[in-house]
């Protein structure tokens, strides 16, 4: 056990001494030193409740004859930190995860570890960091947040954090009263958990049992559910286990892995910020692929759920229509079967033994929303190495669309012009110097987006952006657009009314300018000044790669 280099020989005893003043006994000496890696923090809803789950794990590692040692993470909730300069922290907070979960569980040399996360960076965080460090690991989210109720129009109606930011924009229009925006500010989030559509918490931690790092029902089980906390107990005990059997990160995360991953996310129509964490997940494992391949995964896998945004349904729904693995179920015939899992079963062990409940949340195949995936990549001359779309949450007459750029170089200017009602149907508008570097951060766009909607916008306006979007975002709304302003990418030299061409179908973005035209815009810029001169973000912005490689840090 690697434990062993901090607990057996006489040089060893200072250390024996320390772990005596944590409270361990002689008879922990001959048992596994499990790390128990927890976000636990009172700032985010979706970590308010992880001492709980914590509790619940560490009783079931000595359940199963570990010891168990607690440390922390930060965390950054992404709903407090919209539309203002701690976004920017957003996405780097990623990168200050993964290194202090391979710190604390290198300097410790725990023998494996239980990752307790729940909201947006913190997952894909600690899955680089399970896939950097290679011990074995298992994956427990919080789970989701209930779906908030209010009454409208005279009936009951489920809405949640993405319903709030829309609402914004119905108050701007005056079609919602301040006293309705109020009840619903009140109810949107009833209590604990990571926010309750399929956004990016929550798909990411849908995308952990896909690829096997975690038990069934990690992603869907509510975090008020008794059953969340068996779950917990259960990963501490499956982590003793995991270790036994010596199955290890990188055996599980695993390019089959990957592409079960993307096809699940497909069939879900999850958040387009899965494209960025699974590459980054996937360059610490050492796996490399093309975004091209996600666009292959997308054309060979229906899209069979619309939750929120996209649709009316809650992960609550889906949970109780049977959950992830009943997903999976239904694209079993598409997926990488022999993908190993952390209980030493394969995927193709695992997906019978679970079927759908509810055909209204989960789809057949024969029945799907769209014979296609919900996310797509798009390339052409606005985006040479690629954007990303959700396109389960784009209105039919937006899938192909032209019009004029209306332009931007932050999303403060962007916010503003539309709050001031200054954009008309049909535009197309164009947030720059927001990727990784220029940002830098690669914010996201939940409030222009969500103020689009709430205007009534978002079937008529596309909104294009070198940052990125929430998993609450709907509507024509494409980020991700790499290389970004702040690198020179082509998305810099468009100006205000140059037409832009979408075509959603055909994975095209486009500019209507002939190459010569924006390699001439391009070099007479001015080079970049970075936004941030010093701290965390200027070193960031250093070392930080293209969003098309998962803004990773450079080698």
Sequence with gaps: MRSEVVKRGPERAPHRSLFYALGCTAADWDKPFIGVINSYSRIIPGHMHLDEISRAVQEGIRSAGGVAFETNTIGV??????????????????????????????????????????????????????ARIN?????????????GHVIAEGEWRAIDLSSMFEAVGRNVSGTMSDETLEEWTRNACPGCGSCAGMFTANTMNCMTEALGMA??????????????????FRSGAQVVDTLNRNIRPRDVIT?????????????????????????AIAHEAGISFPLSWINEISASVPHLCKMSPAGKHHIEDLNAAGGIYSVMSEISDR??????TISGKTIGQVVPLYEVKDREVIHSPADAYSPTGGLAILFGSLAPEGAVVKAAAVAPEMRQHSGPARVFDSEEAATKAIMSRSIRPGDVVIIRYEGPKGGPGMREMLTPTSLLAGLGLDKEVALITDGR????????????????AAARGPIAAVNEG???????????????????????????????EPRITSGYLKR???????ASTGAVFED
């Design 255 to 279: 390019r089959d892995a990957m592409f079960n991953a993307f096809a699940l996310d497909m069939a879900l129509g999850g958040s387009t910020n899965s494209v960025l964490h699974l590459t």
């Design 469 to 484: 979007f929430s998993g609450a975002t709907r509507g024509s709304a494409i980020g991700h657009v790499s290389p970004e």
């Design 135 to 147: 011990v074995p690991a298992v994956f427990v989210s919080g789970g989701p947040m209930m779906a």
């Design 77 to 130: 909730c992404d709903g407090i930190a919209m539309n203002h300069p701690g976004m920017k922290y957003s996405l780097p907070s990623r990168e200050l995860v993964a290194d202090s979960a391979e710190t604390v569980a290198e300097a410790h040399q725990f023998d494996a570890l239980v990752f307790i996360c729940s909201c947006d960076k913190i997952v894909p965080g600690m899955l680089m960091a399970a």
């Design 540 to 546: 960031y912005a250093e070392r930080v790669t293209s």
């Design 215 to 232: 038990l069934p029902g990690n992603g869907t089980i509510p975090g008020v559910a008794s059953a969340r906390l068996d779950l917990a």
């Design 498 to 528: 140059d037409i832009v061409i979408i075509d959603i179908p055909a994975r095209r973005l486009d500019v209507e300018l002939d190459d010569p035209t924006i390699a001439g815009r391009l070099a007479q810029l001015p080079q970049f």
């Design 335 to 340: 997926l990488k079967l022999d993908a190993m």
